[in-house]
């Protein structure tokens, strides 16, 4: 059974910094795609980053350059920097885990960007 578990979210200003970590417990996450979305209050789900199982990495326009996705395969473990933080950036955060006919979410963790 796959679980994932989210944390380092939390209060911080405009033009700060943030990490975020996944952590997931099962077996083969290192052959499967990670990633972030997020979901502001009254909007949908979107997609913020990825990373694939070799490595790659895409982002979504809006954190382009601010964000930074990696992983650590021997620690099932996926991690989230987020720096020059906005308040259009304030949302639940999810971890989700790919495997192509599933996709697995973790339960969410909390960034509130206010002065």
């Known amino acids: 059974q796959v679980q994932l578990v989210e944390s380092g979210g939390g209060l911080v200003q405009p033009g700060g910094s943030l990490r975020l970590s996944c952590a997931g417990s099962?077996?083969?996450?290192?052959?499967?795609?990670m990633g972030w979305s997020r979901q502001a209050p009254g909007k949908q789900r979107e997609f913020v980053a990825g990373?694939?199982?070799?490595?790659?990495?895409n982002y979504a326009d809006s954190v382009k350059g601010r964000f930074t996705i990696s992983r650590d395969g021997a620690k099932n473990t996926v991690f989230f920097q987020m720096n020059s933080l906005k308040p259009e950036d304030t949302a639940v955060y999810y971890c989700?885990?790919?495997?192509?006919?599933?996709?697995?979410w973790g339960q969410g963790t909390q960034v509130t960007v206010s002065s």
């Open positions: 099962g077996t083969g996450f290192s052959t499967y795609a």
């Open positions: 990373i694939t199982s070799g490595g790659t990495t």
């Open positions: 989700y885990l790919y495997t192509g006919p599933n996709r697995y």
